[in-house]
């Protein structure tokens, strides 16, 4: 199936490893900011569907009708406004670029500061005792089967990996090693980590038994 970042790119991005590789820039930002928000729906979801649910269906709608006359696009885009203004800001650079440093002292990327932006107007509507049930109910029951997401690659912000890391730390792990860990870790599936890191399962089953080595070397046993 088609993802949607090839879609509404018209084919220019296979994956979004591809997007989100390019610096920040007039052209992308627009497709960058509706991909994060996107992916951040998509994560609250799976912990409080009754308003991400609406707001993620409202803004998948948005996306294959915005262009057409007339069409008033739902709260649901709201999030992926947040997500270009936050990112216009950054023009000229990249996503994965450090962005400051969080409560926790622990450096942060400028993707999951947008991540952590979008998270925060999501539960702003969620607490708000006057949206609660004011989205309007989008029906799907006829409508067209849509293309594949992008994977989910969003960090909430009360997550707490200073224990992972100093593990990370203690285990001499590459940056590769790092990178492919730090993805299990955030539940993303084998063949997701391996088109996004563009390499070989081979290559990735390789990895796995090297932090398995490390993880005995250094920690102990399992």
């Known amino acids: 199936m088609e993802m949607l970042v090839t879609k509404f790119s018209k084919g220019k991005y296979q994956n979004e490893g591809e997007l989100f ?9 627009k497709l ?15 912990y409080d569907s009754k308003i991400a649910d609406k707001l993620y ?13 007339d069409y008033l696009v739902s709260d649901g885009y709201d999030c992926a406004q947040t997500a270009i203004c936050f990112l216009y800001q950054f023009i000229g650079r990249t996503v994965h670029e450090i962005y400051g440093k969080d409560r ?3 450096e942060i990327t400028i993707k999951h500061a947008c991540y952590r932006e979008v998270d925060k107007l999501i539960d702003g509507l969620r607490n708000r005792p006057d949206r609660h049930g004011a989205i309007e109910y989008i029906d799907f029951t006829n409508y067209k089967a849509l293309p594949m997401d992008p994977v989910n690659c969003f960090e909430k912000e009360q997550d707490d990996y200073s224990k992972a890391d100093t593990l990370m730390d203690a285990m001499h792990l590459t940056d590769k090693e790092k990178e492919m860990l730090e993805y299990y870790m955030s539940g993303w599936k084998r063949s997701e980590i391996a088109k996004i890191l563009c390499v070989t399962k081979s290559c990735m089953d390789y990895r ?3 932090i398995r080595y490390k993880y005995r070397t250094y920690i102990g046993a399992f």
């Open 21 to 29: 590789a390019e610096p920040i820039s007039v052209g992308n930002v």
């Open 32 to 46: 960058m900011g509706e991909m994060i928000a996107l992916q951040a729906l998509r994560t609250v979801k799976r």
């Open 57 to 69: 269906i409202g803004l998948i709608k948005d996306l294959h009708h915005m262009n057409e006359t």
């Open 104 to 106: 926790l002292g622990k």
């Open 208 to 210: 796995k038994l090297r």
